[in-house]
């Protein structure tokens, strides 16, 4: 394992997983299990938690499952996880507009542990081979003036910004941030494969995107639909960190349909365990992604 990969305080055999609990493409036509409300998100985020998860990522929805950015949902879902468990909380920051008076206003006022940033544009479809068509086809705008925004209320709120890359460019592009002193080490990488527009679902994509993270970075891998296995395996023997959930993947290994995120992280977790490595507990993670030098006094 490389300096790139492992701080100087980090036991390399650590690894975090996340839970993306609902997404907000994935709907209940698709896969009867995804949460919508407060009440269902906080339960499922504690079956996450019972499995293994250390931090959970979440997308805001109104009852019928619509999306949502209201600080007041997000603020009942942070209290509602609260009273069942202490996981950690990623909250989502994606959005096609450019205004993110929203999303900086819930970042502020609820503040989560972590915030999830998108660090770049990039087209984003999907594509049905069995159709010879897109299931959606768009462009995913992220502007620097976008992400200076949230980056800023990150900043002032004392939340750690989750750095999701979908390409090399995005990684690579976070220097100028940095140069800016708006952007603080250590960092905290998500690198998203096989999304149509990003990179694919191989071991040189990984590869190359922890050759190009600044050194001393933590990273995960986030691997959309079946390949997540592969991709949690692959990330696991380079030594890095994970992610599963029903906003990823909605089946098991053995191709059934997850009845819960607990059942995917409890796959997961035997996953780290069977090579080798340890299932990294809240506290272990806070220190792993150096969460209190974040945090405000």
Request: hydrophobic share 40%; charged share 20%.
């Amino acid at each position: 394992m490389t300096t790139a990969q492992v701080t100087s305080s980090r036991d390399p055999d650590l690894c975090v997983i996340t839970c993306a609990l609902d997404g907000v493409l994935a709907n209940r036509q698709q896969c009867p299990n995804i949460p919508y409300t407060p009440v269902e998100i906080a339960e499922e985020a504690k079956r996450a938690y019972d499995a293994g998860a250390a931090a959970v990522h979440i997308h805001a929805r109104n009852d019928d499952g619509s999306p949502t950015y209201s600080t007041a949902v997000f603020a009942e879902i942070k209290a509602e996880i609260r009273k069942r468990c202490p996981v950690l909380l990623n909250f989502s920051t994606g959005t096609i507009l450019e205004d993110v008076t929203e999303q900086c206003q819930y970042l502020r006022e609820v503040k989560p542990e972590i915030g999830a940033l998108n660090m770049g544009t990039m087209n984003y479809s999907k594509y049905s081979e069995k159709r010879k068509n897109f299931v959606f086809d768009m462009v995913f705008p992220n502007t620097y003036g976008k992400i200076i925004k949230m980056l800023s209320a990150m900043n002032e709120s004392g939340v750690k910004p989750e750095l999701e890359c979908f390409d090399t460019g995005h990684t690579h592009g976070v220097w100028p941030l940095i140069d800016m002193g708006i952007l603080k080490h250590p960092l905290q990488f998500s690198f998203i494969v096989n999304v149509l527009g990003g990179i694919p679902p191989t071991v040189e994509s990984l590869q190359l995107q922890t050759r190009i993270m600044p050194p001393g970075s933590e990273w995960e891998v986030i691997g959309i639909g079946r390949c997540g296995w592969r991709m949690i395996a692959t990330a696991l023997v380079l030594g890095g960190n994970v992610r599963a959930g029903l906003e990823d993947n909605l089946y098991l290994p053995n191709g059934e349909m997850a009845k819960s995120n607990g059942e995917l992280i409890d796959v997961t977790a035997r996953l780290v365990r069977d090579t080798g490595r340890k299932v990294a507990t809240v506290e272990e993670a806070r220190k792993i992604l150096s969460l209190d030098q974040f945090q405000l006094p």
